[in-house]
């Protein structure tokens, strides 16, 4: 089975309204940015203030066997990281870290689970220097959203951080100082994915593609897996396990997905990150990153685009050559029966 998008659109987003002071006044996000979004993007600011709204009582008020990622991924400011210390420089709240040993730094986790009144007054403390959180937030719905977004960046040199369940530890999710990209409201295509590959979709052996449309279900059929599913860039493994799931319920076991243990983690992190599956028959079918395989433009009607050419562009002094842009120009992921 594969997995890449197809085109649906989700309902519009709900605007977040924040009283933190705007990021880089100097820039023209008006026009630079907002002008070029899709009508149900969401461009705000956010701040600790919305931090502390939104993620703190997930940790505070719940012991920590009852603390959920599922509680904290969908609310409006789009900041909270599943690990309330990684939305501090190297995941350590401490106002002065680069004094401290090691064992200290030990000593200090075990507040991971009790939240000492120390701990409390430095997560409380919206001045403490190794806060990492970023102040202008995009709440991408379709492509064209986060396409504008990279080259608004480009174009005025700043740095963008991407968030979809918040698990990065290296604090990619959450880095102040950034354009942040939450693609928490992007298009969702899990529900409804699944597509089996009969033997007229899989075409002759060598075969040329003429039409994309037939690759996913060719690169299927070479990889001997009789189906795949489309997940957008916004979904996490919990979206895609009840829609195979519900498949199963219908069709008698049929498929089997290769994912991450937790349903709260992105199946696009832990793809680059290779894929280990632990608990989803990794040892059986291999790594995730094994059933990866590139996805055509979707066909969908009103939501199909033209792909169009990018010039290039020089990003760290490299000369990145040119590309198609699309309105599904994925990658998808490719697992069992």
Not at 56 to 84: M, W
Not at 204 to 211: E, Q
Not at 320 to 334: I, K, P
Request: charged share 25%; aromatic share 8%; proline share 7%.
């Amino acid at each position: 089975m594969l997995f890449r998008n197809m085109a649906f659109l989700i309902t519009a987003a709900a605007v977040r309204s924040s009283t933190e002071p705007s990021w880089r006044t100097d820039l023209d996000w008006a026009s630079g940015l907002e002008d070029r979004l899709s009508p149900s993007a969401s461009l705000i600011d956010v701040g600790f203030s919305d931090f502390a709204t939104d993620c703190h009582p997930e940790f505070v008020d719940n012991a920590y066997p009852d603390r959920t990622n599922h509680g904290l991924i969908d609310k409006p400011s789009g900041l909270c990281v599943s690990q309330l210390f990684c939305a501090y420089e190297k995941c350590w709240p401490r106002p002065d870290p680069s004094n401290v040993t090691l064992a200290k730094r030990l000593l200090d986790e075990e507040d991971l689970f009790a939240l000492s009144p120390e701990v409390r007054g430095r997560l409380s403390d919206p001045s403490n220097p190794s806060l990492n959180l970023p102040s202008k937030l995009l709440f991408p719905v379709v492509w064209s959203d986060v396409v504008a977004a990279i080259e608004f960046a480009s174009e005025n040199g700043l740095e963008v951080s991407v968030k979809n369940s918040g698990h990065s530890f290296m604090g990619a999710s959450t880095k102040k100082d950034t354009l942040h990209i939450n693609m928490n409201r992007f298009e969702q295509y899990a529900p409804s994915g699944i597509v089996d590959c009969g033997d007229a979709d899989a075409g002759s052996d060598g075969a040329r593609i003429v039409d994309l449309a037939e690759q996913p279900c060719r690169l299927a059929a070479a990889r001997n897996k009789p189906a795949y599913i489309r997940v957008g860039g916004g979904e996490n493994w919990d979206k895609v396990y009840r829609a195979v799931d519900a498949a199963n319920a219908e069709q008698g076991n049929k498929y089997h997905v290769v994912g991450g243990a937790a349903g709260t983690v992105s199946p696009m992190g832990w793809t680059f990150q290779g894929g280990l599956a632990g608990t989803q028959g990794g040892r059986k079918y291999g790594f995730g990153g094994m059933h990866v395989g590139p996805s055509p433009p979707s066909r969908d009607g009103a939501a199909e685009r033209t792909a169009r050419q990018v010039r290039p562009r020089r990003v760290g002094g490299r000369v990145l050559g040119r590309v198609h842009r699309t309105q599904d120009h994925v990658r998808g992921r490719n697992v069992s029966p």
